[in-house]
């Protein structure tokens, strides 16, 4: 469990990261991406970025490769902003957890849409 400042430190990271990737990047390679976490180490020398990509495999595969290749200008960009001794290395990986919810979402709805379509079978003790 991260402590406060962890935390803190984590979501500067991650609104530091958002920020330039909203800026833009020159690297056509990266599509859509959302920063949805960073996991910073406790000595702030790595951190592991969680990031969805709107897309297919192949869009994701490409926005990875375009995201490493830019980890320079975006720990440049970490360094300028925040206040902190080390500038963490960056590693980009695709956050799963999103695709895991849009799956058990996909799944529920289709068991409502088979359970509303399954006629009711008559109770007994209620007479018509």
Request: glycine fraction near 8%.
């Given at each position: 469990?991260?402590?406060?400042?962890?935390?803190?430190?984590n979501?500067?990271?991650?609104?530091v990261?958002?920020?330039?990737?909203?800026?833009?990047?020159?690297?056509?390679?990266?599509?859509?991406?959302t920063v949805?976490?960073?996991?910073?180490?406790p000595?702030?020398?790595?951190?592991?970025?969680?990031?969805?990509?709107?897309?297919?495999?192949?869009d994701?595969?490409q926005?990875?490769?375009?995201?490493r290749?830019?980890?320079?200008?975006?720990?440049?960009?970490?360094?300028?902003?925040?206040?902190?001794?080390?500038?963490?290395?960056?590693?980009?990986?695709h956050?799963?957890?999103?695709?895991?919810?849009?799956?058990?979402?996909?799944?529920?709805?289709?068991?409502?849409?088979?359970?509303?379509s399954?006629?009711?079978?008559?109770?007994?003790?209620?007479?018509?």
């Amino acid at each position: 469990m991260a402590s406060g400042r962890m935390r803190r430190v984590n979501e500067a990271l991650r609104e530091v990261i958002s920020a330039r990737l909203a800026a833009g990047l020159k690297d056509p390679r990266i599509g859509f991406v959302t920063v949805t976490a960073v996991d910073a180490s406790p000595d702030l020398r790595h951190a592991r970025v969680y990031v969805s990509v709107l897309g297919d495999d192949e869009d994701l595969e490409q926005s990875l490769a375009g995201l490493r290749s830019s980890h320079g200008y975006l720990q440049a960009g970490i360094a300028h902003e925040l206040r902190i001794k080390h500038t963490p290395t960056l590693e980009f990986v695709h956050d799963e957890s999103i695709d895991h919810g849009f799956r058990i979402s996909e799944l529920l709805d289709k068991e409502a849409e088979d359970s509303a379509s399954v006629p009711n079978p008559p109770h007994e003790g209620f007479s018509s």
